[in-house]
């Protein structure tokens, strides 16, 4: 039996939210890995004679493991019950499973270093211009254009529209290396993250009897760290919710989106709000950081033009430390704070 008396009430109403989505406003600290293994480990301890799985998404194998083990602490052999993974993991998982119906061979690899990307993308060009394409274009400038259409998601409906910002000439020949690209990466038996993405992307969206059959095998989903969620793969939890049920359960912090430049957007958080009906649920308190820390912190993001209307003030749980203080250091360079940073470290063995 569980004991939940660890739990504020926050993370106690957060722990026994049944069916619907929910999401979560939790802080650094404020005990949002708690919440998830407890959530996972109670549905499953409540249902010992169901086979649902349930689908836990994180971006990183670490925190995924993490779950995992206290889950397993928690309730165990829990690991029948549930698939706590990545983004990108559980979508090769699909590809694997299901990718011969777009082409894909279940034995396909992964390619992580740009300069296979760009050898890809030249051949990819080369495609393009033999098919009419009369434009010069190079591998090396053109990959941060494709791995932008990939992690937006884009198909050829969507394409267009994201690079309308592009002169006009540029628009259809780059759309066109974008989608041989793709190709080329599935004629040669690999993709990169994006196209992990983009590909499970397209076959959910595709093919309705795969996406009713995920669906049906994991009733409830669980996202850790929400706000670093790009199109595509907002795009993909969007194919696995089953839209009947909408057992969505997500944790995230609009106070903490540092994932930009890699598509994480403000605009996702208010997307999943709209679009699934959240209630929306806090976790003010702090058990990382002392009072002042937390004073601080408040100060600076209650000025974050993209937060969460109505949320509350974190909330220092730990006792003050009359010795802590907060300073504020300046460098000429980034070089000269990394040896200050560095030198500090040693004074302190």
Not at 33 to 43: K, S
Request: proline share 5%; aromatic share 8%.
């Amino acid at each position: 039996m569980l004991d939940f008396s660890s739990l504020n009430e926050p993370q106690f109403q957060a722990v026994n939210w049944h069916d619907g989505p929910l999401l979560v406003l939790a802080g650094p600290g404020s005990g949002k890995t708690r919440v998830l293994t407890y959530r996972i480990a109670r549905i499953i301890e409540e249902t010992p004679d169901k086979h649902f799985r349930i689908l836990g998404l994180t971006f990183t194998n670490k925190a995924a493991a993490e779950m995992r083990v206290r889950i397993e602490a928690l309730v165990p052999n829990a690991g029948i019950r549930t698939l706590l993974t990545t983004f990108h993991s559980f979508a090769g998982d699909i590809l694997r499973q299901h990718g011969h119906l777009i082409g894909i061979r279940p034995d396909f690899t992964i390619i992580t270093q740009e300069g296979e990307r760009v050898a890809l993308l030249d051949e990819a060009i080369s495609d393009a211009t033999a098919a009419g394409d009369e434009a010069d274009y190079r591998g090396e400038k053109l990959l941060p254009v494709v791995s932008r259409l990939l992690d937006s998601g884009a198909d050829k409906q969507t394409t267009p529209t994201i690079l309308r910002s592009l002169p006009l000439e540029h628009q259809l020949p780059i759309a066109n290396i974008y989608y041989a690209y793709r190709k080329r990466m599935i004629a040669a038996g690999t993709l990169d993250f994006g196209g992990l993405i983009v590909e499970a992307l397209g076959l959910l969206r595709n093919n309705p009897a795969v996406r009713k059959q995920v669906q049906r095998i994991y009733s409830y989903i669980c996202v850790d760290e929400f706000q670093d969620t790009n199109r595509s793969q907002y795009d993909i939890l969007r194919s696995l919710v089953n839209t009947d049920t909408k057992n969505l359960f997500v944790v995230a912090d609009d106070d903490q989106i540092i994932y930009q430049w890699n598509g994480a957007s403000p605009e996702r958080l208010e997307a999943l709000k709209n679009d699934f009906s959240m209630t929306v649920l806090q976790l003010p308190a702090n058990y990382r950081c002392p009072p002042k820390v937390v004073e601080l912190a408040n100060s600076l993001i209650v000025h974050n033009a993209s937060r969460s209307g109505g949320k509350q003030p974190l909330q220092a749980t730990k006792s003050a430390n009359s010795e802590l203080t907060v300073r504020l250091l300046k460098f000429a360079s980034f070089d000269k704070c990394l040896s200050a940073n560095i030198l500090n470290l040693l004074n302190r063995l």
